[in-house]
């Protein structure tokens, strides 16, 4: 904001634009979509003269640029604003484009590209081909997209095309369902990367290391061996339908959004989940975790164990937990299980009855804690200090010789 700020006084004062100035103005660089940054620059472009500037920035001819798609012809190398060809179904052999696109290219109702189509080098906004099932096979895409590629109705991916190199926004191939061994993602992708009909990964594909918005492999049943996810993810991790770990897959160590693992019933040996966690960590199905589980150490979100009956295995659970443990299917502890230290929601432990070892909840609970199937409290368990919420012990009927020393909510006892 501060850069627009500046030119838009520049502009008050009636100071000449650099470069560098036009550079921004005109979205080469980045997209501006801030309401507040796209009203000044309305008013700054309003009285310019758009080919003299756009000549200015790439160093060519005033001839060389068009402000309408009707301008075009051989000469037009860069065109400033959208084209929009959603009128057309299919695209013909002598279709020519401009090599710069600085906005939209809407190609949103062609189904097939029979032909081989070479689309610009560049394209300042989206390319939208929402409606494409085929494309040819020497058809070439853009190198950049300084919005979202949509290719959301390809089912199949041909072996020779080649994504651009950066995307800035998603890349939407919601429709793809295998990949083939060639396909390559591009290096940079700004946004979400959208494989939500995808069933399984190749054996060698390489995600980018950073993901700065949302995986969605939501379809995906089955990952293979030492498989490597991207370093971080800036989003969410879908992974909503995968049935099995295989050993050493190596997850994320940073995810700022959600991991959705709620169909998986096992955490088998090796099991090396995220370091970090931002959002919550779903594992509603899994009814076994093996005792080298390695938890994140802290999790902002909720925690989702609430299928598992029995802990047999010694297991350490993150640290912090900023929202709810559910463990409300849990009867029995076999064995040593370290809590969080501080969990900020509730802590569901409405179905346990038996614990074969000292158990030590955690210090802090900002919610409810439930243990309402507990008949009886020893010395081997131990309360929390702080309960901001609830504390139900409804089946005990014998008060504990050591309550929490602040209970925020109702103390349930029936005895």
Wanted: aromatic share 8%.
């Amino acid at each position: 904001m501060d850069k627009i700020n500046y030119i838009y006084n520049k502009y008050l004062k009636n100071k000449s634009l650099n470069r560098n100035d036009l550079l921004i103005i005109y979205e080469i660089d980045r997209n501006i979509d801030v309401s507040e940054q796209k009203i000044l620059l309305k008013k700054i472009l309003d009285p310019r003269d758009i080919r003299d500037d756009i000549s200015r920035i790439f160093k060519c001819n005033k001839e060389n640029i068009s402000l309408s798609y009707k301008d075009n012809s051989k000469d037009i190398i860069y065109h400033y604003g959208d084209i929009c060809l959603n009128n057309i179904r299919s695209l013909s052999k002598n279709l020519i484009l401009p090599k710069y696109v600085l906005g939209n290219l809407d190609l949103s109702r062609i189904k097939e590209i029979k032909n081989k189509i070479i689309l610009p080098e560049y394209i300042g906004r989206d390319l939208l081909l929402s409606s494409l099932e085929y494309i040819h096979i020497d058809s070439k895409l853009p190198k950049i997209i300084r919005g979202n590629l949509d290719l959301s109705y390809l089912k199949t991916f041909p072996k020779k095309i080649i994504l651009p190199k950066k995307i800035y926004g998603d890349l939407d191939l919601s429709s793809l369902k295998d990949i083939p061994k060639e396909f390559v993602l591009p290096k940079y992708i700004g946004k979400n990367i959208i494989f939500s009909s995808l069933t399984e990964i190749p054996k060698n594909f390489k995600f980018p290391k950073k993901i700065y918005g949302n995986l969605d492999l939501s379809s995906v049943t089955k990952v293979p061996k030492n498989f490597k996810f991207p370093k971080k993810i800036y989003g969410n991790l879908n992974l909503s339908n995968l049935e099995l770990i295989e050993g050493n897959t190596r997850f994320p160590k940073i995810i700022e959004g959600d991991l959705d693992l709620s169909n998986i019933t096992k955490l088998p040996t090796n099991t090396i989940l995220p370091n970090k966690i931002l959002g919550s960590l779903n594992l509603l199905s899994v009814n076994l975790i093996s005792e080298d589980t390695s938890f994140p150490k802290y999790i902002e979100g909720s925690l989702n164990l609430s299928d598992i009956e029995f802990i047999s295995n010694k297991i350490i659970l993150p640290k912090i937990i900023k929202k709810d443990l559910d463990l409300s299917s849990l009867k029995q502890i076999d064995k040593d299980i370290q809590f969080p230290k501080y969990i900020g929601g509730n802590l569901y432990l409405s179905d346990l009855t038996k614990f074969n070892h000292k158990l030590k909840l955690p210090r802090y609970i900002g919610g409810n804690l439930d243990l309402c199937s507990i008949d009886n409290i020893t010395n081997d368990l131990s309360l929390p200090n702080f309960i901001g919420g609830d504390l139900d012990l409804s089946n005990i009927t014998k008060t504990p010789y050591k309550l929490p020393k602040y209970i925020g909510g109702d103390l349930y006892i029936n005895s």
